[in-house]
């Protein structure tokens, strides 16, 4: 079964009723929470779970960096769409608008974080979740080999969904 849009959430956060339209962004499944691998732990010791395909190409794909001599570290896999809300209100407690706030991060329901399949990446010595990530050796890496893994950047410049450029957001999508 589809999942349904969690419009009494939406308009809880604020988010316009038109979101999903205007920003060309579809509702994403949660996976069955408990097939969920836990990969790693993120510094306040929450887990970073993929589904088991998902992380069976991280695997390979971080084995293959670390041969090469890079180093990748995961910072975020699933997240639930509670967790996506948290979020959101959080943002929104520091006094952010939520049109900024929606250039961020996705609306609860339409994270691909809510599938198990995506993951946030950064390196040693560098901080998480910037664009500076770009410029790295780790993100040169990722530009040329995450494909043959499964792995796409989501979130490239200027993208039709208006989310901010996210060099670090890397989404494994099942072989055709």
């Known amino acids: 079964m589809p999942p349904s849009p969690p419009t009494g959430l939406h308009a809880d956060l604020g988010l316009p009723a038109d979101y999903a339209i205007r920003r060309g962004l579809v509702l994403q499944s949660e996976p069955d929470l408990a097939t969920l691998v836990t990969i790693a732990h993120t510094d306040d010791h ?5 589904t088991p395909a998902t992380a069976a190409a991280w695997a390979g794909m971080h084995l ?10 995961p910072v975020s896999g699933f997240r639930s769409i509670a967790r996506q809300a948290a979020i959101i209100r959080a943002h ?10 929606l250039t961020l991060v996705a609306a609860p329901g339409y994270s691909e974080h809510h599938t198990g399949r995506a ?12 664009e500076g ?9 990722l530009t ?11 979130f490239p410049r200027n993208n039709p969904h208006g989310i901010a ?6 989404c494994w999508r099942p072989p055709a």
Request: no cysteine; aromatic share 12%; hydrophobic share 50%.
């Open 119 to 130: 993951i946030d990446i950064t390196a040693p010595d560098d901080p998480p979740l910037v």
């Open 64 to 73: 293959t960096a670390r041969a090469a001599g890079l180093t990748l570290i």
């Open 133 to 141: 990530f770009a410029l790295t050796p780790a993100s040169t890496w």
């Open 92 to 101: 929104l407690d520091a006094g952010r608008v939520i049109d900024e706030i």
């Open 46 to 50: 929450r887990p970073i779970q993929l």
């Open 165 to 170: 450029y996210e060099p670090w957001h890397w």
């Open 144 to 154: 040329i080999h995450a494909a043959s893994f499964g792995f796409h950047l989501s």
